[in-house]
């Protein structure tokens, strides 16, 4: 008994056969079928179908916090969105006296300067 073509094989080939036959070949029957589905493609995009929500929801302790940041993967600003906030505005934002952990550099000099002055 021969296997059934999965189902997104057989989505693809339809559309590019309505796109080859109906676009370019000028059939009326294939040209209708990839208007169909190019408008089903954007009714998806614009309703947003088959997106569930995100949900998050965890206790905070008192002093912490969570960052949620979501930059698009073809974002130009992405490492500006990406980059570090100072103390300030930390502190200014959650209204709590917060010190940022040491960078790595900042480790870095800690352990070279406690290695000398050890020696």
Do not use: C, Q
Request: charged residues 30%; without cysteine.
């Amino acid at each position: 008994m021969a296997r059934l073509p999965r189902s997104s094989y057989l989505k693809r080939t339809v559309k590019m056969n309505a796109l080859r036959k109906g676009l370019i070949g000028g059939s009326p029957v294939w040209r209708t079928v990839w208007v169909l589905s190019a408008v089903r493609k954007f009714w998806s995009k614009v309703s947003k179908k088959g997106e569930a929500p995100v949900v998050f929801e965890e206790d905070l302790d008192e002093g912490t916090a969570w960052t949620l940041v979501h930059v698009p993967e073809n974002s130009r600003h992405g490492r500006k969105l990406l980059s570090k906030p100072s103390a300030e505005r930390v502190n200014s934002i959650l209204g709590v006296d917060m010190t940022p952990p040491p960078t790595r550099r900042e480790r870095r000099k800690a352990k070279k300067a406690a290695k000398a002055e050890a020696a």
